[in-house]
């Protein structure tokens, strides 16, 4: 099984800033495998990044995903009002799927 | 647009079946282009990955919870079902069901979610 550390656990920023948020592997595995999660409270998760750095339908490019082996990340170059959330990393290359434990981006 | 919604008992008692149900609108189960899964979310475990079925009926389930649950799809192609048994407090939790296209991508739309609770 593939787990997944997300650091740090709180992130507090101000809007305008840059957010680097981390995932780490327990194993390598293909980067093609590596999908980023955006989760606000009492909403389910929206999918942001597949393929460690591929962009879904809809995502503004002020998000970016980067990283291979066991070390990745979700960079969100300027927040807006509307990123203040919890990001989540995922795992689907094989059984189980996992998910990384979260990194909630909070207001300074 | 593809819609999931999720439905069921929001209250179980421990050592009986938790069951829900996932009604898609706006397509159908049967697509070949995509996998159908479960994940609950508790505040104590965070995401959990339950199991996915895939267009033909194959399912793949997560070990650790293997023994106790089973994931179908009703003739209908609009329902998609969740049936874990046992459960106990620890079940407790938001299960939200999602879809997954095929060609290894992640789940890219995902129902509202419903809360379950074990308790007696």
């Known amino acids: 099984e593939v787990v997944l550390t997300q650091s740090p656990g709180t992130l507090s920023l101000s809007p305008g800033e840059r957010a680097t948020l981390s995932c780490r592997a327990s194993?390598?595995?293909?980067?093609?495998?590596l999908a980023w999660y955006q989760q606000k409270p009492g909403q389910a998760p929206r999918l942001l990044i597949y393929?460690?750095?591929g962009r879904a339908t809809g995502i503004p490019d002020r998000f970016s995903g980067s990283g291979s082996g066991t070390d990745f990340t979700l960079t969100i170059s300027r927040l807006e009002p509307e990123d203040f959330a919890v990001y989540y990393c995922q795992h689907y290359g094989s059984s189980p799927l996992t998910f990384g434990g979260g990194t909630k981006v909070e207001l300074k | 647009q593809l819609q999931l919604q999720e439905s069921g008992p929001g209250l179980v008692k421990p050592s009986e079946t938790l069951s829900l149900t996932c009604s898609v609108s706006g397509g159908s189960i049967s697509s070949t282009f995509y996998f159908w899964g479960w994940i609950r979310q508790s505040p104590g475990k965070g995401l959990e990955w339950i199991g996915s079925v895939s267009y033909s009926g194959d399912t793949f389930y997560n070990p650790s919870l293997k023994s106790r649950v089973a994931i179908s799809e009703d003739t209908s192609k609009i329902h998609l079902t969740l049936s874990l048994n046992s459960v106990t407090a620890a079940d407790t939790a938001v299960y939200f069901c999602?879809?997954?296209?095929?060609?290894?991508?992640?789940?890219?739309?995902w129902g509202q979610g419903t809360l379950v609770t074990v308790s007696s």
């Open positions: 393929g460690a750095s």
């Open positions: 194993q390598s595995f293909s980067s093609y495998f």
């Open positions: 999602a879809r997954r296209p095929s060609g290894d991508l992640p789940f890219d739309i």
